[in-house]
Antibody
Framework: QLQLQESGPGLVKPSETLSLTCTVS??????????WGWIRQPPGKGLEWIVS???????YYNASLKSRVTISVDTSKNQFSLRLSSVTAADTAVYYC?????????????WGQGTLVTVSS | QSVLTQPPSASGTPGQRVTISCSGS????????INWYQQLPGTAPKLLIY???QRPSGVPDRFSGSKSGTSASLAISGLQSEDEADYYC???????????FGGGTKLTVL
């Protein structure tokens, strides 16, 4: 059974960089069949897709966040990571990592439990 | 200001049939398939419907989806108390080259 687990600091100061890692178990992040992504949800609000990456390096970004987002894959650890720079209070959210099958319209079918990141001094 | 538009709330009594709408445009729903997610309180979203009307293994057939033009609907028949959750529609947007979500609909079982 595939499992995804987010990890990282729960508190980040304004203007600093948010860093999160998603550890994948029960499956290989190096599979050609899947993209891996990050989606966030501000408290009490809806879902916002951030970015998706294939282990080969192919990446899709939310245009509104692209200038601040870095995503990477570590196949040796079966992990992928998100960095979001210059954070503000508006970046406070539960951050989910998720998997989707290759193919633009295929959905995110496996999700992590999410991790709350608060931006505050 | 979500790209896909959903009603903020819906409600029904046990056993009733309810529908939740999702409205978009030609660049998302109009040209790509729609997916629906169920988010129970305090949990991660769960894929409920994909490819407009397909149910993943384990999703009861009480849940169904449809699409027409630039709109889509999620229907829940035989409403149960455990269906009380937030529901989100999602689609790939060819103009934005990315995923867009609806703002979510909170379903209350009265």
């Amino acid at each position: 059974q595939l499992q995804l687990q987010e990890s990282g600091p729960g508190l980040v100061k304004p203007s600093e960089t948010l860093s999160l890692t998603c550890t994948v178990s029960g499956g290989s992040i190096s599979s050609t069949n899947y993209y891996w992504g990050w989606i966030r949800q501000p408290p009490g609000k809806g879902l916002e897709w951030i970015v998706s990456i294939h282990y080969s390096g192919s990446t899709y970004y939310n245009a509104s966040l692209k200038s601040r987002v870095t995503i990477s894959v570590d196949t040796s650890k079966n992990q992928f990571s998100l960095r979001l720079s210059s954070v503000t209070a508006a970046d406070t959210a539960v951050y989910y990592c998720a998997r989707k099958t290759v193919g633009a319209t295929n959905p995110f079918d496996y999700w992590g439990q999410g991790t709350l990141v608060t931006v505050s001094s | 200001q979500s790209v896909l538009t959903q009603p903020p709330s819906a409600s029904g009594t046990p056993g009733q049939r309810v529908t939740i709408s999702c409205s978009g445009s030609s660049s998302n729903i109009g040209s790509n398939t729609i997916n629906w997610y169920q988010q129970l309180p305090g949990t991660a979203p769960k894929l409920l419907i994909y490819n407009n009307n397909q149910r993943p293994s384990g999703v009861p057939d009480r849940f169904s989806g449809s699409k027409s033009g630039t709109s889509a609907s999620l229907a829940i028949s035989g409403l149960q108390s455990e269906d009380e959750a937030d529901y989100y529609c999602a689609a790939w947007d060819a103009s934005l080259d990315g995923w867009v979500f609806g703002g979510g609909t909170k379903l209350t079982v009265l």
